[in-house]
């Protein structure tokens, strides 16, 4: 299955399509349904650019009948089993239009294998076929064109994702770990949507969502019908029932730091004095000779920010050019520039040139960013990672030296101290150990890697989790049971908007299913 941007156009602006199609999802979802009537959808659903092959694809009721039109091989694609591929021709419907059995006239549009899937055992849900044309940009454009003149409609961008929600296969939050997959830059945010997109979220929400609802539907039940069902002692019943609840919220709220870390990058400063070797550091997480080292620093002040990967996780180096400026390039400016950089960081990486011994201005700077009250980061919680630099000469600063310096100091945020050589990459490994470490180990255990990565879950997982609050408010208040509906309710609806659940009908028909009113 082809996991790229169902946009015709080109896969690069994901981002913006996620969200235009996370939108649109949530407005035409039932639209659609009321209608009943439902087009065939077609697109080029690989990249823009030339590659060696291109897929142009089709879903809806039509669209094995649609590639019909144009294909012409051995056999007919309606002829097919499901998930089976042809070789063929692709024609102008004119030209395939005379001679269903005979060989059409005009010159062929392209030479492809077209793969038959279908309902509902495809992606959306619809019969699915894929036309693996020559990936030329121009060939898959005439293709759809051809497709588009034969009866189907272009899509709209994620409309084949909408399509497989709105026939059920997949979530709301899986939609989205679709778009996430697509958009991701790193390989454990990619690992992330991946589990996102197998339903580790949805299932967690589920399992709440199912307990809520459970008791909200005994309360509505007992307050309907106490003869069959008491809220004698419910109180006791409901509040290890809200304590676990809440718990199982925030551990998940408690992962969107992590998520939005995977998903966005750790805002990473790398500081220290002139020569210590920031460019060489910055050169060797950048895995290239993209920053320009020393005698030859040229400026390049647009450039502030840099991303790289490490170890799995992206890193957003904040102000790459204000590290490329040589020491007589405006120092004014670079100190100014360094601070700002400080200031916005996530993770520090304070390179200092071991070979040299430690100067006055190291020891004031490592105990400047361990003291909270130097003033000379605001969010001193930053971890901060001493690289000793320059270990493949003889050094003077060992880590003990910097162990000693920091003694006693209560260093807000985590302090790891490294010894690298920026240039052989000696202790790389290391540093990429230590971010892991620093960031993502206590969760990693815990959580089997299921990340909240998107804003609008946290959101409705706060909203959840207030709501329970007011739950146990109530409870405490001692106020009459049909109080406590309104907020469960509040919180299962929460739940809901992460996975795209209407409340009414689920109401209705868990009652009715589980409580079977009126025996
Ligand atoms: P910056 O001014 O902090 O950006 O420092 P640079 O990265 O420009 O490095 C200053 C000098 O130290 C250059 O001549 C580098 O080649 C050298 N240098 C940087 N890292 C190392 C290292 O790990 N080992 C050795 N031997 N030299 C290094």
Not at 185 to 214: I, P
Not at 397 to 423: C, D, F, N
Request: overall charge negative; some cysteine; proline content about 3%.
């Amino acid at each position: 299955m082809v996991l790229k941007g169902e946009n015709s156009e080109t896969t690069e602006d994901i981002s913006g399509i996620a969200s235009s199609f996370m939108m649109f999802l949530v407005r035409l979802q039932g639209e659609e349904e009321m209608t009943g009537e439902k087009d065939t959808i077609c697109a080029i659903a690989t990249g823009s650019g030339n590659a060696g092959i291109g897929i142009v694809r089709l879903s809806g009721p039509s669209a094995i009948d649609i590639a019909d039109r144009l294909f012409y091989g051995k056999k007919k694609l309606r002829e097919l089993k499901s998930y089976t591929a042809a070789y063929g021709h692709l024609y102008s419907p004119e030209d395939t239009a005379a001679a269903e059995a005979e060989k059409p006239s005009g010159e062929p549009l392209d030479e492809v294998i077209a793969l038959v899937m279908r309902a509902p055992h495809t992606y959306t849900t619809e019969d699915v076929v894929e036309l693996s044309c020559h990936g030329g940009a121009l060939v898959m454009r005439r293709v759809q064109e051809e497709l588009l003149s034969a009866g189907a409609r272009l899509a709209e961008p994620g409309e084949f994702t909408k399509r497989a929600f709105l026939g059920g296969r997949i979530d709301l939050s899986e939609a989205e770990a679709v778009m996430d997959v697509i958009a991701a830059e790193n390989a454990r945010a990619l690992d992330a949507s991946l589990r996102q997109l197998q339903g580790g979220l949805s299932r967690n929400v589920t399992e709440l969502r199912e307990k809520l609802l459970y008791e909200t539907a005994y309360i509505e039940s007992a307050l309907d019908d106490p003869e069959n069902y008491s809220l004698d002692g419910y109180a006791e019943h409901l509040t290890p029932v809200l304590k676990d609840c809440k718990k199982k919220l925030l551990e998940m709220l408690g992962t969107a730091r992590e998520g939005r870390l995977l998903r966005e990058g750790i805002r990473t400063a790398i500081v220290g004095r002139p020569n210590a070797g920031k460019s060489s550091v910055l050169n060797l997480l950048l895995g290239e000779e993209r920053a320009i080292v020393t005698e030859i620093a040229g400026t390049t002040r647009d450039t502030l920010e840099e991303k790289t990967v490490l170890g799995g996780v992206q890193l957003v180096l904040v102000d790459t050019a204000g590290i490329r400026e040589t020491e007589d390039v405006v120092e004014q400016i670079g100190v100014q520039r360094a601070r700002e950089a400080l200031r916005s960081a996530e993770l520090i990486l304070f390179v200092i040139d071991a070979a040299e011994p430690l100067s006055e201005a190291d020891r004031e700077m490592l105990l400047k960013l361990t003291d909270p009250e130097s003033g000379e980061k605001t969010d001193t919680a930053s971890p901060l990672i001493v690289l000793l630099n320059k270990n493949d000469l003889m050094t003077q600063v060992t880590p003990e030296t910097v162990r000693e310096i920091l003694e006693g100091k209560k260093a807000p945020g985590e302090v790891r101290i490294l010894e690298i050589s920026a240039a052989t990459g000696e202790g790389k490994e290391r540093l990429s150990d230590a971010v892991q470490e620093l960031f993502f180990a206590g969760q990693l255990l815990e959580n089997g890697e299921n990340y909240l990565l998107n804003t609008r879950h946290v959101e409705a997982l706060k909203d959840a989790e207030e709501a329970l609050g007011r739950v146990e408010e109530s409870l405490a208040a001692g106020v009459g049971e049909d109080f406590y509906t309104i907020d469960l309710l509040a919180a299962y609806e929460a739940l809901g908007r992460i996975i795209g659940e209407t409340l009414e009908d689920d109401l209705a028909d868990k009652i009715f299913r589980e409580f079977c009113m009126g025996k």
